[in-house]
């Protein structure tokens, strides 16, 4: 059993930064992958940004050049630095590990809203 736990999330004005936070039960390195997906009330979870073991970096189109994905092994820490934020990007946002081929895990969320 493996633990994500998500924070970060809160409200902020549009052009605000926030940084998320997924704290995971044990040594990242032992992920295939980890990522972050968000998903908006009635739309589609989307992929966000992710990052291998090997660091290989990817990102949604609509992220690049705001949003950072990184990691701290020491923590068991992974992280998504989103700057120059905007309404659309209001969601909540879920970290996910990538165990096997055949084993994902999902933290339960942390909400972002991007207002006033």
């Known amino acids: 059993q493996v633990q994500l736990v998500e924070s970060g999330g809160g409200l902020v004005q549009p052009g605000g930064s926030l940084r998320l936070s997924c704290a995971a039960s044990r040594d990242i390195f032992s992920f295939e992958n980890m990522g972050w997906y968000r998903q908006a009330p009635g739309k589609q979870r989307e992929l966000v940004a992710s990052i291998t073991s090997g660091g290989t970096t990817n990102y949604a189109d609509s992220v690049k050049g705001r949003f950072a994905i990184s990691r701290d092994r020491a923590k068991n820490t992974v992280y998504l630095n989103m700057n120059s934020l905007k309404p659309e990007d209001t969601a909540v946002y879920y970290c996910?590990?990538?165990?096997?081929?055949?084993?994902?895990?999902w933290g339960q969320g942390t909400q972002v809203s991007v207002s006033s």
């Open positions: 996910n590990a990538k165990l096997s081929l055949i084993t994902n895990y």
